[in-house]
Structures are given as C-alpha cells and as structure tokens.
C-alpha cells in the first residue's frame, strides 16, 4: 500500500500497422478510479494504492476509453530495522536489518548489548530522518518494539522515542512514548499528532507510569489504516490501552528520530537502558505481538506457528445458584503460548440457556437457575492470510449449596446491655463509653432499634456492640452472609457497621486479616463499602444521614467472590476475593466499632470513628444466600424472617407436581405417610426444576396417604 506507478495508456490508429503509441502525457486525457478509498489516480496518470481492494481505473480521451482492473494486496508484515546496541563503546547504533544507523550523542554508553541514557541533558540516541515514510513503510501501519528499564529517578515528560519535526521549542507532526508526564511519577502517554505545536491536536491515551520496572518490552502500535484506525500499547505482550485514531499516516513528518529525547526542548531525557528498539513495517497483531515477547530480545521471530489448543478454564463443572465466577480461556500455538483471550474482540462467549447461565464478554459467568448449559468460547483469529476460528465448550451445572442463619439480632430487648442472638446462644454485650456525670451514650430506641452515639452533648461517643469472640470462624464456613437493615444519623469517614478481626499491633496491618463494612472512606466519607485483607468492594450511591438502608453482603471464599446487595438488589461484585472466612482469628467482634479504633498511643494504632446511628437487625448465614431470598428479606423487612411458605400441586396423569416461591429455594421438601405425633418426615426424592420464578417437584401417585411439608 501507498506504492505507486505510472499508468501505461497506449492508443491504436488505421494508418499504424501493429504499433501502438503511448498517449498517456498528451493533453486531455482524464483518468478516474471507482474507489478512490482503494486506489488513486493523479491528473498526470500516476496511481497510488491505498488500501487493499479492487477498484477500475479508466483513462479517456475524447470518446474513447480503456478501463484495467487493479487489486490492492497488503504487503507482508516484516521487521525493517533493529538496534542491537552491541557495538561496546562504539557511538555508532547499528541497523543490523535496515542499515540506517544510528549515532550515540552525549553521555549514552553501549554496554551488555543496551544503551545507557543518565538523563542528562543532551544524552540521547539520534536515529535517521525519514523512518516513517511511505518510501520505507509501505503498509501505513507501523508497530515500535523496545525492551527497556527506566530508572525510578526520571525528570518529567520523559521519551522512550519522538519521532516528527520541531518548530521553535516545540514538537509538531509527531508520534511518541512517554514513560512518565510527571517529575519521578505520573503516567505514561504513547500520542500521535498532525498538528504545529503538536500538543493542539493529538490522538493518544494515558496509562500508568513505567518507572521503575526492569527489563520492560515495551510495544507501540499505529495503524491508521481507514478499516482499522488502531492506536495501542501494550506492555510485556498485554493491552494496556488503545483509541481510535483520526491521524492518517502522512500527519507525521519525520524529520527527526529521538530515542531518549522529546521533541519539546523544555521535557526532560530519558534516564535509563534501551535493551533493543526496533521498527516493523506495518501492525502485529496481539498474538505475533506475545511471539515477540516470549521469543525476548534477541529473537526476532514473531511467527506463531500452528495452534495446538484452546482451554476454557471454568474452574469447577458446578456453579453454585446466584454466584458469580471468573472465567479464563487461553490459547496455545505452536512458538507462543499461553495467550489470554478473555477481553480480545475476536472471542465470542456464549451459552446455550441464557436462563440457567449467562456469561459477559469479559469472561463473568452468573449462575441463574438451577440446570445444566453449556459454554462455549469461539475465537476468531484474523491475519492478513486468513481468517481461523477456533471452538471449544464445556458443560456447567449450577447447584444449591444449603444456607441455615446462624446468629441473628433483633434488637427488641428494649433495655439492659444484653443483645440477644435470638437463634444461637452468641449474645452480644453493649459496650457503653460514658462522660464524666456517668450517662451512657445509647438508647433503646425506636422501638425496635438500639441507636447508639448520637448524643454529642455528653462527650463520649465510643459505645458499640461486642459479640463472643470466635462467632464468624465458628460457623465452619469459609461461604456467609451478613445481612443487616442500619441507619446513619451523622458521622465521618470510617465507621464501621461490623468489624470481625484481630489487633496484632503490626504498625503496617493492625487489623488484618479481618472483614469489615463501613461507611467511607475518608475519600467518599458516605459511601458504603466491604473490605477484606488486599481488596474492597463499593457499594455504589451514597449512603445518606437518616436514611434506613437493607443491606447483604455474601462473601464466598470457596468461588473468590464478595457480592453486596442494596435494598434487594445487587450493586457491587468483585471475583479477586482472596480471603477464606476460617483464616481471620476473629478475637475482636464488633458491631459499630472499628478493630483501628485504639488509642493513637499504640505503636501501630489509628483511631477510626464509632457508628453514630441505629440498628435495626444484624444477621449471619452460614452459606451464601440467593438474589430470590434477599428480594425477598426486604420485601419482608427487619424482625421477620421467612417461615411460612404456600406448597402448591397439581395433578398430571399419575403425578403430582409440587411448587413453591424461589425465593423458599433453602426449604427442604419431605413427606410422611401420616401426620401427628406418628408421623415420620424424609427428604423426597427427585429432581427440583427451578422455572425461574418457583420450584417444582414430581412425584408419583401411589395410591397411599402422602403428606407433604416444606422445612428449612
């Protein structure tokens, strides 16, 4: 592409005998092309490839016309220069492909096979004018591969490369890298521009800053080719980022070429190593581009080979219902190997029963209904050869895992510093602060609530709730839930609904392991979140003083998740949970009080706020309740719990067919043959059909009494 020819238009007369004359310089012959996106004619007859396709270019002259069909190909992806930096001591930087050598300007050292730039001004690497043009890459796409290590220390605006012009002090028609925007920090840019200063009109994109880290390969993509407009980086072989650009390939004039050096006088030089830099004539794609790095600096293979597997990796062939799971999917080929494609817009995921299990395209399956569906990852890989698809699937069948409440607290008691667990024998105590006239800083009240640290007037706000130390790991679950219905009245960043943990007095972990729900942080001082040991979960909007809020968190650390519903609904899901329930040495249970909240005279300490609000019920599962029971605990609202539910039947043929809510899905069916002090109940057997909005059982008809109950 955007090679170019003269056309050859020859023209016949009767009085010629078998010579043709080449009329293509005379007056008035017109030339036109039927896609001009695909190939382009000049007034003098010269025709230009742009893009790959058919188009039929016509010459007229007069009333006479000759039309040749032309087709566009894409010429080969290659490697059109490398620089090695292995001439030790040398200040010339050889092109071992291109031959366009480079020259080593100020203090820039070759050592070790890698170039050395202290950043000190005037230190940098100065390659030919003229790399990036349609001479020397002729598929309008060009792709920059560098190994480096940027040292921690780096002056600000930093280049890795520059390639454009300078007008006054200032870069123009450029595209570049830079490792960090900011003195020893910021981020990093990779920006091309078609603009003077160029800074006025650039396409780029910003990620995280690159000090720092050692023997980085660091690659550029820029194909502004009109079907792909493709601008990215990618770091160690990944996607860190990318945009659709609008600069075509002519905006850069390269009339200079900087390694270490920005086009801007005013940015700072480079202070690092370059390992290897090189220049491709055109894109690699994401799979060559993991070639190039797993082959290293000083391969420069980026074939792929064969593919020799795909693994969809669904951890477990069950799914427990409402869940939410990581998946995975990689592919192997025959020289890279273990490519995630979970992200790539080339992989389609889908199921064959969306009701039971439904997948997002980043790779998170949810579990639905109970049933079994299948997964199937497609993958399409498209070259500039050929277009391969790739299909492997697996089977996953969503189950029911049992969930009993294990401790629950009403609140009701009305008066005392008992706080009954009115399913367990784990009574809490309130733990009551009180000022120097002896008043204690909580009451009973509404009716039903214990509201606790609301009296500013008396000083002390440090009263909270303390349950036996041990409750949470005691259950013998690393899968619960905590459910509870709570009402902030005022407060800072930090204060705790619960706490469960311990203070070893570590100055850098003086609670963790531990899992707590606050309202905070300092950042967002009112909204909720879950927190666990290297990870957080936010619950989303605001949390508002005075305003009663529903909320279940449902911490699964057999499948890695934490899910947090607000008011029936979920809102937040993280699958990185990392923290099994029975690993926390839950000495310390607090409800309202922060495990931080010791004096800041403990080596170690930091005083977060006490609860200042009401709670109306505090309760722990063991086991993960569904989307159906939380809907359905706060329809139902604080002090109910759900215990009566309707069975229904019906009869079909020989069978009957027993149904009842989804949201009962914890309630075991059992019959009996005679009801009263006699009767003796056993789980039915068959299979539990979930519709989506109830449950069916069939059983058969056998002629004798049957009696049927629901028990959880």
Same mark, same amino acid.
Request: neutral net charge; proline residues 5%.
């Given at each position: 592409?955007?090679?170019?020819?003269p056309?050859?238009?020859l023209?016949?007369?009767?009085?010629?005998?078998?010579?043709?004359?080449?009329?293509?310089?005379?007056?008035?012959?017109?030339?036109?092309?039927?896609?001009?996106?695909?190939?382009?004619?000049?007034?003098?007859?010269?025709?230009?490839?742009?893009?790959?396709?058919?188009?039929?270019?016509?010459?007229?002259?007069?009333?006479?016309?000759?039309?040749?069909?032309v087709?566009?190909?894409?010429?080969?992806?290659?490697?059109?220069?490398?620089?090695s930096?292995?001439a030790e001591g040398?200040?010339?930087a050889?092109?071992?492909?291109g031959?366009?050598?480079?020259?080593?300007q100020?203090?820039?050292?070759?050592?070790?096979?890698k170039?050395i730039?202290n950043?000190?001004?005037?230190?940098?690497?100065?390659?030919?004018?003229?790399?990036?043009?349609?001479?020397?890459?002729q598929?309008?796409?060009?792709?920059?591969?560098?190994?480096?290590?940027?040292?921690?220390?780096?002056?600000?605006w930093?280049?890795?490369?520059?390639?454009g012009?300078?007008?006054?002090?200032?870069?123009?028609?450029?595209?570049?890298?830079?490792?960090?925007?900011?003195v020893?920090?910021?981020s990093?840019?990779?920006?091309?521009?078609?603009s003077?200063?160029?800074?006025?009109?650039?396409?780029?994109?910003?990620?995280?800053?690159?000090?720092?880290?050692t023997?980085?390969?660091?690659m550029?993509?820029?194909?502004?080719?009109?079907?792909r407009?493709f601008?990215?980086l990618?770091?160690?072989?990944?996607?860190?980022?990318?945009m659709?650009?609008?600069?075509?390939?002519?905006?850069?004039d390269?009339?200079?070429?900087?390694?270490?050096?920005?086009?801007?006088?005013?940015d700072?030089?480079f202070?690092?190593?370059?390992?290897?830099f090189?220049?491709?004539?055109?894109?690699?794609?994401?799979?060559q581009?993991?070639?190039?790095?797993?082959?290293?600096a000083?391969?420069?293979?980026?074939?792929?080979?064969?593919?020799?597997?795909?693994?969809?990796?669904?951890?477990?062939?069950?799914?427990?219902l409402s869940?939410?799971r990581?998946?995975?999917?990689?592919?192997?080929?025959?020289?890279?190997?273990?490519?995630?494609?979970?992200?790539?817009?080339?992989?389609?995921?889908?199921?064959?029963?969306?009701?039971?299990?439904?997948?997002?395209s980043?790779?998170?399956?949810?579990?639905?209904?109970?049933?079994?569906?299948?997964?199937?990852?497609?993958?399409?890989?498209?070259?500039?050869?050929?277009?391969?698809?790739?299909?492997v699937?697996?089977?996953?069948?969503?189950?029911?895992? %049992?969930?009993?409440?294990?401790?629950r607290? !009403?609140?009701? @008691? *009305?008066?005392?510093? &008992?706080?009954?667990d009115? +399913?367990g024998?784990?009574?809490?105590?309130?733990?009551?602060?009180?000022?120097?006239?002896?008043?204690?800083?909580?009451?009973?009240?509404p009716?039903?609530?214990?509201?606790?640290?609301?009296?500013t007037?008396l000083?002390?706000?440090d009263?909270?709730v303390?349950?036996?130390?041990g409750?949470?790991?005691?259950?013998?679950?690393d899968d619960?839930s905590?459910?509870?219905?709570?009402?902030p009245?005022?407060?800072?960043?930090?204060?705790r609904?619960f706490?469960?943990?311990?203070?070893?007095?570590s100055p850098?972990?003086?609670a963790?392991?531990?899992?707590?729900?606050?309202?905070?942080p300092?950042?967002?001082?009112?909204t909720?979140?879950?927190?666990?040991?290297?990870?957080?979960?936010?619950?989303?909007?605001?949390?508002?003083?005075?305003? %009663?809020a529903h909320?279940?968190?449902?911490? !699964?650390?057999? @499948? *890695?998740?934490?899910? &947090?519903?607000?008011?029936? +609904?979920?809102?937040?899901t993280?699958?990185?949970q990392?923290?099994?329930?029975?690993s926390?040495?839950?000495?310390?249970?607090?409800?309202?009080?922060?495990?931080y909240?010791?004096?800041m005279?403990?080596?170690?300490?930091?005083?977060?706020?006490?609860?200042?609000?009401?709670?109306?019920?505090?309760?722990?599962?063991?086991?993960?309740?569904?989307?159906a029971?939380?809907?359905?605990h706060?329809?139902?609202?604080?002090?109910?719990?759900?215990?009566?539910?309707?069975?229904s039947?019906?009869?079909?043929?020989?069978?009957?067919?027993?149904s009842?809510?989804?949201?009962?899905?914890?309630?075991?069916l059992?019959?009996?043959?005679?009801?009263?002090?006699g009767a003796?109940?056993?789980?039915?057997?068959?299979?539990?059909?979930d519709?989506?909005?109830?449950?069916?059982?069939?059983?058969?008809?056998t002629?004798?009494?049957?009696?049927?109950?629901?028990?959880?």
């Amino acid at each position: 592409m955007n090679a170019s020819r003269p056309a050859e238009v020859l023209a016949g007369a009767s009085g010629l005998t078998n010579t043709a004359v080449d009329v293509r310089e005379m007056a008035g012959v017109v030339y036109t092309s039927s896609n001009t996106n695909v190939v382009q004619v000049s007034p003098d007859g010269i025709v230009t490839a742009k893009f790959p396709g058919k188009a039929i270019v016509t010459a007229i002259l007069g009333s006479i016309s000759a039309t040749q069909e032309v087709e566009v190909v894409e010429a080969p992806t290659r490697l059109a220069h490398r620089y090695s930096f292995d001439a030790e001591g040398g200040y010339v930087a050889y092109d071992s492909v291109g031959g366009r050598h480079g020259t080593l300007q100020g203090g820039a050292v070759q050592t070790g096979g890698k170039v050395i730039l202290n950043g000190a001004a005037g230190t940098y690497v100065e390659l030919p004018p003229y790399l990036l043009h349609p001479t020397n890459i002729q598929n309008g796409a060009v792709t920059f591969v560098a190994w480096i290590t940027a040292y921690p220390q780096n002056a600000a605006w930093t280049r890795l490369f520059d390639f454009g012009r300078r007008e006054g002090g200032a870069g123009a028609r450029y595209i570049f890298f830079a490792p960090n925007n900011a003195v020893n920090g910021g981020s990093a840019r990779l920006a091309v521009s078609d603009s003077s200063p160029g800074w006025q009109s650039e396409d780029g994109f910003n990620v995280s800053h690159v000090l720092g880290r050692t023997n980085l390969c660091v690659m550029a993509v820029w194909n502004p080719n009109p079907t792909r407009r493709f601008l990215g980086l990618y770091l160690d072989g990944t996607l860190v980022g990318s945009m659709t650009t609008t600069k075509p390939f002519s905006a850069v004039d390269n009339q200079l070429s900087f390694l270490g050096q920005s086009l801007y006088t005013a940015d700072g030089w480079f202070n690092g190593e370059i390992h290897e830099f090189r220049i491709y004539d055109g894109e690699l794609d994401r799979i060559q581009l993991a070639a190039v790095y797993q082959a290293g600096a000083n391969n420069t293979n980026f074939a792929v080979g064969n593919m020799v597997s795909m693994i969809l990796d669904v951890r477990s062939p069950t799914i427990l219902l409402s869940q939410v799971r990581q998946i995975s999917c990689v592919i192997n080929f025959q020289y890279v190997t273990n490519i995630n494609l979970i992200g790539d817009p080339n992989l389609t995921l889908r199921t064959s029963d969306t009701n039971v299990l439904s997948v997002t395209s980043g790779g998170l399956l949810r579990a639905h209904r109970l049933g079994t569906a299948t997964l199937t990852a497609e993958y399409r890989y498209v070259t500039k050869q050929a277009t391969n698809v790739y299909t492997v699937s697996t089977n996953i069948t969503v189950i029911l895992q %049992p969930c009993t409440l294990a401790h629950r607290y !009403s609140f009701n @008691e *009305g008066s005392g510093l &008992i706080v009954y667990d009115l +399913v367990g024998s784990a009574h809490g105590q309130i733990k009551a602060g009180t000022n120097t006239l002896g008043v204690t800083n909580f009451v009973w009240a509404p009716a039903g609530q214990l509201t606790i640290n609301t009296n500013t007037a008396l000083g002390a706000q440090d009263t909270y709730v303390e349950l036996p130390a041990g409750i949470l790991t005691g259950m013998g679950s690393d899968d619960v839930s905590f459910e509870f219905w709570a009402t902030p009245l005022s407060g800072a960043a930090y204060q705790r609904v619960f706490d469960f943990g311990s203070v070893p007095g570590s100055p850098t972990n003086a609670a963790e392991p531990n899992v707590f729900f606050a309202r905070g942080p300092w950042w967002a001082a009112t909204t909720p979140y879950y927190d666990w040991v290297n990870g957080s979960l936010s619950a989303g909007a605001v949390w508002s003083n005075g305003t %009663p809020a529903h909320f279940v968190i449902v911490h !699964s650390g057999t @499948e *890695g998740t934490a899910m &947090i519903y607000r008011d029936g +609904v979920l809102v937040a899901t993280s699958t990185t949970q990392n923290l099994p329930i029975r690993s926390i040495n839950d000495i310390y249970c607090f409800i309202g009080r922060s495990l931080y909240s010791w004096p800041m005279s403990k080596p170690g300490g930091w005083f977060d706020p006490y609860w200042v609000g009401s709670f109306n019920e505090f309760r722990m599962y063991k086991g993960l309740l569904t989307d159906a029971e939380v809907a359905r605990h706060y329809a139902l609202g604080p002090d109910q719990v759900i215990a009566n539910v309707p069975l229904s039947y019906a009869r079909e043929g020989n069978n009957l067919v027993l149904s009842w809510p989804k949201y009962a899905v914890h309630f075991v069916l059992e019959s009996s043959p005679v009801i009263g002090p006699g009767a003796t109940w056993t789980p039915v057997s068959g299979t539990l059909i979930d519709t989506g909005t109830e449950l069916r059982m069939t059983v058969p008809i056998t002629g004798s009494a049957q009696y049927f109950r629901l028990r959880r």
